[in-house]
């Protein structure tokens, strides 16, 4: 839908402007020499590379079929959202691509143990000589790195099946293009680090129990690491820890077949060790500077512990909750010091709009349990949400209800809760079913 859209666009654009030889505009193959292409607005790309995916070549002649052509050409590639164009046709054809390039994201090869990155990618510049490790969501330009793997595994006497699809990254950070192969049963072997301190650590011992002999994959592992792995080093204070690649490091050909247990390696790369320096804070009308660095808790000096800085975060996320601000943002933007091997931070506060409550609904509670709970509820109608207060009742309701409903015989397994927020109104209501 798109595609069309964007070609009667720039389809339109061509027939609002007059052709070279108005005597004969009329006949649909007139044509004129092709002195030069120009782009505008390319981000990613050259012009020279767009200019090749057009397919127009300067000096040839070429009439509205060829330029409109060219456009079609970009847009099935996918790499941009939107494109028009338009010509002079004074001393031979002028034409000006107008393009808005599309997101890219990264090109991820979960399955694929038989080559390196570096081989995927020569493969597919092969065919893309602009790729730069990154493709968009969709279109031509996935389909030509798909084919070119797909060549270069059947190269090597490979008997699998290529797939594709974009996915969100298992690191939180936007989306990856996935490719992956369906045939070959592999599985880990073992997971080995090239840092010695990892063999000896228990913790990571028994969570090799997670990944170990299950169906290789990059992506598993990566997730792996990033949740079992980083964590240890964040708390020493290595806030910028590389971790892999991950490796099969196998001898003989690659078109021997794989073994159908692979051992991995993860090279590892710490980082140094930064310690805490300061933090300024800037949009906070509402919770004082003292507050919110003690919240934090690190003092100057201390190893800046990633795990204590991202559970400050948090606290000061909650200190506004406390005052109704249950919207708050808090953008904490690292500044280092690689000299002094020091860390400091600029945050960022946008409270947003405070909150009052509103009302209660419950579900699953006897109309007597029900008065018991209005009655012991703590934050009166209209008064300001302290979202401090609401998790107190949680945690009485699920570990403590004698607190709030006596001798009440109540038979309930589990709490649902929600928070219905309206920004409108500036109220928030509070919702809890029992089951």
């Given at each position: 839908m798109r595609r069309n859209s964007l070609t009667s666009l720039a389809f339109l654009l061509l027939l609002s402007l007059p052709f070279a030889y108005s005597s004969r505009a009329q006949t649909a193959d007139v044509t004129a020499s092709l002195r030069e292409v120009r782009i505008e607005g390319q981000k990613h790309l050259s012009e020279?590379?767009?200019?090749?995916?057009t397919g127009l070549v300067l000096g040839s002649d070429v009439g509205r079929a060829d330029l409109q052509a060219?456009?079609?050409?970009?847009?099935q590639t996918g790499l941009f959202d939107k494109v028009?164009?338009?010509?002079?046709?004074?001393t031979g054809v002028v034409v000006t691509y107008h393009v808005e390039e599309s997101p890219r994201v990264l090109a991820y090869f979960d399955n694929i143990p038989w080559f390196a990155d570096s081989e995927l990618y020569d493969a597919i510049r092969k065919k893309l000589p602009f790729f730069d490790g990154t493709?968009?969501?969709?279109?031509?330009?996935?389909?030509?790195?798909?084919?070119?793997?797909?060549?270069?595994?059947?190269?090597?006497?490979?008997?699998?099946?290529l797939q594709h699809e974009v996915i969100p990254n298992a690191d939180g950070d936007g989306k990856i293009q996935l490719f992956k192969v369906e045939g070959p049963s592999l599985r880990i072997e073992k997971l080995e680090f090239s840092d010695a301190s990892l063999v000896t650590s228990k913790a990571v011992q028994q969570h090799l129990e997670e990944i170990v002999g299950k169906p290789y994959s990059r992506m598993s592992i990566d997730l792996f690491l990033t949740e079992a792995i980083r964590p240890i080093y964040l708390a020493k204070g290595c806030l910028h820890p590389?971790?892999?690649?991950?490796?099969?490091?196998?001898?003989?050909?690659?078109?021997?077949?794989?073994?159908?247990?692979?051992?991995?390696?993860?090279?590892?790369?710490?980082?140094?060790?930064?310690?805490?320096?300061?933090?300024?804070?800037?949009?906070?009308?509402?919770?004082?500077?003292?507050?919110?660095?003690?919240?934090?808790?690190?003092?100057p000096g201390d190893v800046a512990d990633g795990m204590k800085i991202e559970a400050g975060w948090d606290?000061?996320?909650?200190?506004?909750?406390?005052?109704?601000?249950?919207?708050?943002?808090?953008?904490?933007?690292?500044?280092?010091?690689?000299?002094?091997?020091?860390?400091?931070?600029?945050?960022?506060?946008?409270?947003?709009?405070?909150?009052r409550f509103g009302k209660m609904v419950l579900t699953g509670l006897s109309p007597t349990a029900e008065k018991k709970l209005h009655a012991a509820w703590p934050i009166p109608q209209g008064e300001i949400f302290d979202k401090t207060k609401y998790e107190d009742v949680l945690t009485k309701l699920q570990l403590h209800q004698e607190q709030i409903f006596g001798e009440l015989p109540l038979h309930y397994e589990s709490v649902g809760h929600w928070l219905q927020a309206d920004a409108n109104t500036g109220t928030v209501d509070v919702l809890l079913d029992f089951k």
């Open positions: 020279a590379q767009i200019v090749a995916i060219g456009a079609d050409k970009l847009v028009s164009y338009h010509f002079e046709t004074r493709l968009p969501e969709g279109g031509g330009a996935v389909d030509q790195a798909a084919e070119a793997i797909k060549e270069l595994i059947a190269s090597h006497g490979l008997q699998v099946t590389k971790l892999g690649p991950p490796e099969i490091r196998l001898t003989g050909k690659p078109e021997q077949t794989l073994p159908e247990q692979v051992p991995v390696f993860v090279p590892i790369d710490p980082g140094p060790v930064y310690h805490w320096k300061e933090v300024h804070w800037t949009g906070n009308a509402t919770v004082s500077e003292f507050t919110l660095s003690s919240a934090v808790g690190l003092k606290r000061v996320r909650e200190e506004f909750a406390h005052h109704g601000y249950l919207d708050a943002k808090v953008d904490p933007v690292p500044a280092f010091d690689d000299s002094a091997r020091t860390v400091s931070y600029s945050v960022a506060i946008h409270e947003g709009r405070q909150y």
